[in-house]
């Protein structure tokens, strides 16, 4: 069985070993005598909904031109002082190598980037863009854009309605950050870079529609984005052109740039039994065993479809009524088991995308294996001096809130793993071999120059 886009068909194979899986006393010893270790290994994925992913269908050449421009053009925030890029860069792997992300206002990118005079950090982490174009159900870290209401019907956060041209869930989410004045759009008074005031900012938050198209204004006013969309969007006059036609180039251009699926995991998976040392085979058996890391990261993306409260450290300025706390899928339902949880995300290219969790609170794979390994002890013991000074002063480890995220910490991991250091490096190798060796280096999708005229690349 293979799988292209489309994953949703998925879920109930991802959800189903749940039921049978979360036993204590799980062992990973040698296969079988009637198996060998690839057999054993082939054996265990198969119950896990692990198939191959199919290349994606090639994008409309003209389309994803737009959306290359757009990807990295400053010109569709407020201030013009921040790109989708800017949080998502080609140098870091789709992801910004920063805990918490810095919006609007900061100077500087990836791990360099600084926040601005009066500024505060976004809430959460900056998630890689590699993979997300493979037909996910849920976006964000909350999932709040997702297709809960059926497939091809996207859920938006209240007070938003995606118009019905938006053409999939990426170009969903891409419709929702220059709606945010942290991220993108900027506060009531501000200047742009050349002085001049940011119209967007003066709009009401209860207007969304307005916003998106006082941002498409921005874009038909250039020449050069007039060609580019009467390109891509030949039977659409200029001016009918609306927001969703840039989201929509802006997602086309993100499935054919960054889908990244050729690891050596996915090597083996279709058939090449030396493209996997034994650690990582053994870290395989780990992963979907001992550890039960695959009773969260299961199917296609090993991940993607569920919601944990896996004890991730609280740090950050917080969302909503719980800030300066961040309860996740609980700031959306009152279940308690939403408390502090959070989207499941999937492993491929895991390697490249640190820090990890919500939070960022995690700069390598070794210690997010330590801390799964008793999220108890990781959540009663975090070392905030892995962080950021400014960062770190938003660590929040004090007695209440410990025990109030491990109230509802998932059952899942409420007993320690108890993997030895040599399993923890087993594990270690095999989340390696997620890595598709061309997401190593993404720096060739950057464009030279964008049709604003602003900088790409500062």
């Known amino acids: 069985m293979r799988i292209a886009q489309r994953l949703t068909p998925f879920i109930a194979l991802a959800v189903l070993p749940l039921a049978v899986g979360c036993k204590d006393g799980y062992t990973v010893s040698d296969p079988p005598a009637d198996l060998t270790l690839d057999a054993h290994l082939r054996q265990t994925l198969r119950g896990w909904g692990v198939v191959p992913i199919l290349a994606v269908a090639p994008q409309n050449p003209a389309l994803v031109d737009l959306g290359r421009s757009l990807f990295f053009d400053k010109i569709l925030s407020g201030n013009r002082d921040i790109a ?10 789709a992801t910004d190598a920063l805990s918490l992300a810095i919006g609007t206002g900061g100077t ?3 791990a360099t980037r600084t926040l601005g005079p009066g500024r505060q950090f976004v809430p959460r982490n900056a998630p ?19 297709e809960e209401g059926g497939i091809g019907r996207f859920k938006a956060p209240p007070g938003i309605v995606f118009p019905s041209q938006v053409s999939n869930l990426l170009a969903a989410q891409a419709m929702l950050p220059v709606l945010n004045r942290i991220e993108m759009r900027g506060m009531p008074g501000d200047r742009d870079v050349s002085g001049a005031p940011n119209e967007l900012a003066t709009i009401s938050d209860a207007s969304p529609t307005e916003i998106w198209a006082a941002a498409t204004k921005r874009l038909v006013a250039i020449q050069e984005y007039q ?6 969007y030949p039977s659409i006059p200029v001016s009918s052109l609306r927001f969703e036609h840039a989201a929509n180039a ?5 499935v054919q740039a960054l889908t990244r699926v050729n690891s050596p995991f996915d090597q083996f998976l279709a058939g ?3 493209a996997m040392s034994v650690e990582e085979k053994r870290g395989g058996l780990l992963f979907f065993g001992k550890a039960r890391c695959s009773q969260c990261h299961s199917g296609p993306l090993l991940g993607g479809q569920q919601f944990a409260n896996v004890g991730a450290p609280q740090i950050g300025p917080g969302v909503g009524v719980a800030a300066p706390l961040d309860i996740g899928r609980g700031e959306q339902f009152t279940f308690k088991e939403y408390k502090f949880a959070f989207r499941v995300q999937p492993l491929r290219n895991v390697e490249l995308t640190a820090p990890y969790m919500h939070s960022g609170a995690y700069p390598t794979l070794e ?3 330590r801390h799964y390994n008793n999220a108890d002890s990781a959540q009663r013991s975090y070392d905030r001096s892995r962080l950021s000074p ?18 509802t910490l998932d059952f899942r991991l409420r007993e320690p793993l108890r993997l030895t250091l040599v399993e923890q490096g087993q594990l270690v190798a095999f989340l390696k071999s997620l890595t598709d060796p061309a997401a190593r280096d993404l720096r060739s999708i950057a464009p030279a120059s964008v049709p604003s005229g602003l900088s790409v690349r500062d």
């Open 390 to 407: 400014a960062v770190a002063a938003m660590y929040h480890g004090d007695a209440a809130t410990v025990q109030s995220v491990l109230e």
């Open 367 to 369: 210690t997010v294996v």
């Open 227 to 232: 060609a580019k969309f009467t390109a891509a």
């Open 272 to 274: 090449n039994d030396r």
């Open 108 to 110: 500087g990118i990836g």
């Open 128 to 146: 890689t863009l590699l993979n997300q174009g493979l037909g996910q159900f849920y976006l964000f870290w909350d999932g709040r854009v997702n």
């Open 84 to 93: 989708c890029a800017t949080c998502h860069t080609p140098e870091d792997h």
């Open 250 to 254: 802006i997602a086309a251009f993100q």
